[in-house]
């Protein structure tokens, strides 16, 4: 359409990036680095999907092991490390490229810490492939809050609306609040169900190469 710019927004833990395969990267370290059984990292596999917050994952594992160490130098380990452990998904890089090649303004906005998210971004160089990186703790705001895809928008010169998309794993955060700031969306369900009470994604992909095929072609 003339006159409109097309844009995106996508969030990045598992979207982007795979966030699980990372964490249990980094899990498989942990194991070896501190001697202990390798059958652990089955532990890991179940608890990394489950823990609601850092606190609450460190705290899980000083108990499962036995660990001498603080709550805080475990959530210290974890967060400054596995960052380390991320790569994109695959097709992401191409996708993007080909989207900014076609003029899509392009947007990353993000739910948790800037050092944690930051460090993820900087491993992967995000930097190169997106307009603008908006991470909750650094503007103020989180996502499904209307006001953080406001900020992105404004920030990229464009205009919340239809034309533009939000892409990303998360009904809550990302499919609602994209609906909420008035634009299209495209859920990575990653194997689970839609709910029958909603958010209604008004696309579903099984991967984020898919997405940005989707995109590429409107």
Known sequence: MVGVTRFAFFDLDNTLVDQSCALMAWARDFVADR???PAAVDWFD???NTAPTWDAYA????KQFGLAD?????????????PGYFTLEDGVADGLRLLRAKEWKLGVITNGTSGVQMAKVNRVDLWSLVDGVFVSESVGV?????AIFELAA???GVELGRDGWMVGDTLEADIAGGCAAGLSTIWLPRGRTQPEDGPWPDRACESIAEALDL????
């Open 35 to 37: 001697g202990l059984d």
């Open 46 to 48: 179940v608890k990394n």
């Open 59 to 62: 705290e899980q594992i000083k």
């Open 70 to 82: 603080s709550v805080e130098g475990l959530i210290h380990e974890v967060t400054e490390r596995y």
């Open 142 to 146: 989180s996502k499904p809050d209307p």
């Open 154 to 156: 404004d920030k990229l």
């Open 215 to 218: 995109l590429a072609a409107l």
